[in-house]
């Protein structure tokens, strides 16, 4: 049986449940992933009856894949019970007895079981194909270690890869960083902005700009000489600009050019991001975003490389009141993130 075939029948099993539910979106998604762990885990049952010499590699895939996302499973199955108004079990026990009475289990063949194997944790633990990565993802954003803690999702390597490359906001430059896999990424709506990647509870997000230095100075790269040219792609100049241009006012004249009507807590730092110069500027404060005041903490990364200046901009609010809670959770994850970034033509000249 067809791998894709497998997993749309558990996945149509469960999501026929949402009649009986209010919120169809949330629990479209809930029915999503649950079938796609019931799928993984009655396939591995019948690979380990139906072909001994693959159960022993059957059994363990089996053992990471309920290890990695068991207490996920478990709030989802409680969510989803209680709607319902039945037990845990009988809800399982339903849904998987009448997807098995249809799925025509003995057309398995050798073939497909090896298939299914293959590149098992890569793929259906953590995501790495277009195929599972959407049920995983929502598996990640129910599990309750990382609601709690974020920063433990992008360090046990649940992680997804924003890249400028080939980008018409990327400016022609070749730059990747990571975010963890459950976050949403979105096209930036202004004419800067590369990415909008935001939390599943929207309580943290980042934005990344990147401009061409020699366009905002009024300079176009086709008038220079071979030695100008030369000077303006070099780390020389990077380091000149970063130096003269990338300092404490500067990140006090950000602060208002991002539209804070009042902050506190500023700080300005210098770092290295990718071995590059880098300043990260702090600040705790009101913006009115559609004529409503929210209370968010703001850490930019501003680094300049070749001719290029980058700003990845992270925003920290709280929809409970609890601004300082959610700073202790984010706040460490942001600069995860940011360390992550790396310029991959540096490593390619």
Same mark, same amino acid.
């Given at each position: 049986?067809?791998?894709?075939?497998?997993?749309?029948?558990?996945?149509?099993?469960?999501?026929?449940?949402?009649?009986?539910?209010?919120?169809?979106?949330?629990?479209?998604?809930?029915?999503?992933?649950?079938?796609?762990? +019931?799928?993984?885990?009655?396939?591995?049952?019948?690979?380990?009856?139906?072909?001994?010499?693959?159960?022993?590699?059957?059994?363990?895939?089996?053992?990471?894949?309920?290890?990695?996302?068991?207490?996920?499973?478990?709030?989802?199955?409680?969510?989803?019970?209680?709607?319902?108004?039945?037990?845990?079990?009988?809800?399982?026990?339903?849904?998987?007895?009448?997807?098995?009475?249809?799925?025509?289990?003995?057309?398995?063949?050798?073939?497909?079981?090896?298939?299914?194997?293959?590149?098992?944790?890569?793929?259906?633990?953590?995501?790495?194909?277009?195929? +599972?990565?959407?049920?995983?993802?929502?598996?990640?954003?129910?599990?309750?270690?990382?609601?709690?803690?974020?920063?433990?999702?992008?360090?046990?390597?649940?992680?997804?890869?924003?890249?400028?490359?080939?980008?018409?906001?990327?400016?022609?430059?070749?730059?990747?960083?990571? +975010?963890?896999?459950?976050?949403?990424?979105?096209?930036?709506?202004?004419?800067?902005?590369?990415?909008?990647?935001?939390?599943?509870?929207?309580?943290?997000?980042?934005?990344?700009?990147?401009?061409?230095?020699?366009?905002?100075?009024?300079?176009?790269?086709?008038?220079?000489?071979?030695?100008?040219?030369?000077?303006?792609?070099?780390?020389?100049?990077?380091?000149?600009?970063?130096?003269?241009?990338?300092?404490?006012?500067?990140?006090?004249?950000?602060?208002?050019?991002?539209? #804070?009507?009042? +902050?506190?807590? #500023?700080?300005?730092?210098?770092?290295?991001?990718?071995?590059?110069?880098?300043?990260?500027?702090?600040?705790?404060?009101?913006?009115?975003?559609?004529?409503?005041?929210?209370?968010?903490?703001?850490?930019?990364?501003?680094?300049?490389?070749?001719?290029?200046?980058?700003?990845?901009?992270?925003?920290?609010?709280?929809?409970?009141?609890?601004?300082?809670?959610?700073?202790?959770?984010?706040?460490?994850?942001?600069?995860?993130?940011?360390?992550?970034?790396?310029?991959?033509?540096?490593?390619?000249?």
């Amino acid at each position: 049986m067809n791998r894709l075939k497998w997993l749309v029948i558990f996945v149509g099993f469960c999501s026929a449940l949402n009649a009986q539910i209010k919120d169809e979106a949330y629990y479209f998604d809930i029915s999503k992933a649950l079938g796609y762990y +019931y799928g993984v885990e009655l396939s591995n049952n019948l690979i380990q009856e139906k072909f001994r010499d693959l159960a022993q590699k059957s059994m363990m895939a089996q053992l990471k894949f309920s290890l990695a996302h068991e207490k996920s499973v478990d709030v989802m199955e409680s969510e989803i019970a209680s709607y319902l108004e039945v037990t845990r079990s009988e809800f399982r026990e339903h849904v998987i007895s009448k997807a098995f009475s249809q799925l025509g289990i003995e057309s398995l063949s050798y073939a497909e079981a090896s298939a299914f194997l293959n590149n098992f944790e890569d793929e259906r633990i953590f995501g790495r194909h277009e195929l +599972y990565k959407e049920f995983v993802q929502i598996l990640l954003s129910h599990n309750p270690d990382y609601k709690n803690y974020p920063i433990k999702e992008f360090l046990d390597d649940y992680r997804d890869i924003l890249s400028s490359s080939n980008h018409p906001k990327g400016r022609g430059l070749d730059l990747t960083m990571e +975010y963890p896999l459950s976050w949403s990424a979105q096209e930036g709506k202004r004419p800067n902005v590369l990415k909008l990647v935001r939390s599943k509870d929207k309580s943290c997000g980042f934005s990344i700009i990147i401009k061409d230095i020699l366009k905002m100075i009024g300079v176009e790269e086709s008038t220079l000489n071979r030695e100008d040219r030369k000077y303006f792609l070099s780390g020389q100049f990077a380091k000149e600009f970063f130096d003269e241009e990338v300092n404490y006012n500067y990140g006090k004249e950000m602060m208002i050019g991002m539209g #804070f009507e009042e +902050y506190s807590n #500023f700080s300005f730092d210098k770092t290295k991001i990718d071995g590059q110069d880098a300043a990260v500027v702090k600040a705790t404060g009101i913006l009115n975003r559609g004529g409503i005041e929210l209370k968010v903490h703001s850490i930019n990364y501003i680094v300049v490389y070749k001719n290029y200046m980058i700003n990845l901009g992270f925003m920290i609010n709280s929809f409970e009141n609890n601004l300082p809670k959610e700073q202790r959770k984010y706040e460490v994850l942001c600069e995860q993130i940011a360390a992550s970034m790396i310029f991959v033509d540096k490593w390619r000249d």
